[in-house]
């Protein structure tokens, strides 16, 4: 059974394969499997979904790494404005469970 082209563990692989080229050094070609990820976690989870926030950190991650600081810093802070609005609603969650 094919997922499609838009499903959340598609974005998932096209993330794992970034991640990859990342590790290799490929960082132009990581970039633009980040963004694969980010367009499909962005319509399929929500731009403050946790898998968002980490596609942001994976960009900042690797522009860090290419001496783009400037660039990396912006996707730093999306990440981190993301990971911010993202934890307090599973926070308060979990929280709840366990009263």
């Known amino acids: 059974v094919a997922l499609g082209k ?13 991640v990859i080229l ?8 990581a970039l633009v499997e980040y963004w694969k990820a ?3 976690e962005e319509v399929a989870l929500g ?3 946790p898998s968002t926030a980490a596609s942001y950190n994976n960009m900042g991650l690797t522009l860090n790494n290419m001496g783009r600081y400037e660039e990396a810093l912006i996707e730093y802070r999306k990440a981190l404005a993301r990971r911010e609005v993202a934890f307090i609603p599973h926070f308060l969650a979990f929280y709840r469970w366990h009263l």
């Open 6 to 18: 838009d499903h959340r563990d598609t974005a998932t692989s096209y993330n794992n394969v970034g």
């Open 22 to 29: 990342a590790n290799m050094g490929r960082y132009e070609e």
């Open 38 to 40: 980010l367009a499909i």
């Open 47 to 49: 731009k403050d979904h």
